[in-house]
């Protein structure tokens, strides 16, 4: 794969996701994994999602590295900062008032077809996004059943500091998005026929 199709891809698939989170933050509501953990954060601290969302992932570089090789956690890295620096932009340059309904389900769709090209092009948005490529691509887990166990868990952590509507919504937004990962993501046969994980 010409290597200015893949990055091009990728800036794409952050293009999506930040939108996506965008309108979601914009109403108040959740995303998955490290995102989501993010979100909640900036309810109590006085950092932005950006930022958050940098500092969260650094442990799981690691996790990449190591279980699923340089070239994936170099572009999970620099999707991670891509993502950051797109939703500071987002935030100062994009304002929105979107109905609940409608931003669960735009938000939940936008987020879900980012991650998508995101990992047919061997990267992530680090966190918990890298753990259900590993456990994919190790155990043949597919990606939205993990996803969707990371988004629940998130979801209780909400109750915190979220009200119930805002939780109910959030909650279908968990549930597009798993959807659409669920219906569109098909894992490449090279990650999941051999236990050695490829990091081409």
């Known amino acids: 794969m010409h290597i200015t199709h893949r990055w091009l891809s990728i800036l794409e698939g952050c293009l999506l996701v930040a939108f996506g989170i965008h309108i979601l933050n914009s109403s108040e509501l959740l995303i998955s994994g490290t995102a989501g953990i993010g979100m909640i954060l900036i309810q109590v ?20 590295w190591r279980s699923l090789g340089r070239d994936f956690a170099i572009r999970t890295f620099c999707s991670v900062s891509l993502l950051s620096g797109l939703s500071e932009l ?17 938000g939940g769709m936008l987020v879900g077809f980012g ?3 995101l990992f047919r092009h061997n990267s992530s948005l680090g966190g918990l996004n890298t753990l259900a490529v590993y456990l994919e691509r190790r155990f043949n887990i597919h990606a ?3 996803t969707l166990i990371a988004d629940l868990c998130v979801l209780c952590s909400a109750f915190l500091v979220f009200k119930l509507e805002q939780i109910a919504y959030s909650l ?7 959807s659409v990962v669920g219906r569109y993501h098909k894992p490449p046969e090279w990650a999941t026929n051999t236990p050695t994980i490829d990091s081409r």
């Open 115 to 117: 991650l998508i090209i």
């Open 172 to 178: 279908l937004a968990f549930l597009i998005l798993s």
């Open 90 to 106: 987002f935030r100062y340059y994009v304002f929105l008032e979107i109905n609940l309904l409608l931003s669960a389900i735009l």
């Open 144 to 146: 939205w059943k993990t």
């Open 45 to 64: 601290t006085s950092f932005s999602f950006g930022a958050l969302f940098f500092i969260l992932n650094i442990p799981f570089y690691l996790l990449a």
